[in-house]
């Protein structure tokens, strides 16, 4: 079966497929790639430029985020009680 997987979700789990320490959850940031991506999604947003398939890209992003800022919270949630 074929798993059809966005780039910014697939380098999320593979990130955490690696088992990553509480220490490297906390210092995970987005690769250089996918950085320069969302910049130029966020530049053509304010541009009023963005393609709806460049929209739903922008959105997927921010999805991404979230879920990653929450992880971390947990994980220093978790920090704490150690």
């Known amino acids: 079966m074929a798993i059809v997987e966005s780039p910014v979700y697939r380098e ?12 490297q959850i906390l210092a ?21 430029h963005l393609s709806p398939e460049e929209e739903a890209e922008l959105d ?6 979230h879920f990653v800022r929450m992880l971390k919270l947990h994980t220093r949630q978790l920090q704490q009680k150690v």
């Open 12 to 23: 999320v789990y593979y990130f955490l497929a690696s088992a990553p320490s509480r220490e």
């Open 28 to 48: 995970y940031r987005p690769s250089t790639i996918t950085q320069e991506r969302v910049d130029q999604l966020l530049v053509a947003s304010k541009e009023g």
């Open 60 to 65: 997927e992003f921010e999805q991404v985020e």
